[in-house]
């Protein structure tokens, strides 16, 4: 059963961090460009950032420039985001994506994937 599964959501203070993790099983991500989406109430699904499946290369929303990284271990069939200086506004569910295709920059501004995750919840409030 292809599946992926997002973890690391939860409460954090502005100013603080967090990092997303997303396992995938019953497929290998190797040939898959992974996205990081996300999505507050009331606003449609956007993309944070996403990388290639073969040369690492990376694309990332304004909103995450500078704060957001994101990476992928092959081995291990994961993805990270690892997000610093978390505003309020960073408020989502957050989503993980793979997608066999779309360079990294259509799978992102166009909330493109094959599989998806079911999310997880990010609360930046003090």
């Known amino acids: 059963q292809v599946q992926l599964v997002e973890s690391g959501g939860g409460l954090v203070q502005p100013g603080g961090s967090l990092r997303l993790s997303c396992a995938a099983s019953?497929?290998?991500?190797?040939?898959?460009?992974i996205g990081w989406f996300r999505q507050a109430p009331g606003k449609e699904r956007e993309g944070v950032s996403c990388i290639s499946s073969s040369d690492g290369s990376t694309y990332y929303a304004d909103s995450a420039k500078g704060r957001f990284t994101i990476s992928r271990d092959n081995a291990k069939n994961t993805a990270h985001l690892q997000m610093n200086s978390l505003k309020p506004e960073d408020t989502a569910v957050y989503y993980c994506?793979?997608?066999?295709?779309?360079?990294?920059?259509?799978?992102?501004?166009?909330?493109?994937?094959?599989?998806w995750g079911q999310g997880t919840q990010v609360t930046v409030s003090s």
């Open positions: 019953g497929f290998t991500l190797d040939y898959y460009a």
């Open positions: 994506a793979a997608d066999s295709r779309a360079t990294v920059q259509a799978m992102c501004v166009m909330t493109r994937g094959d599989f």
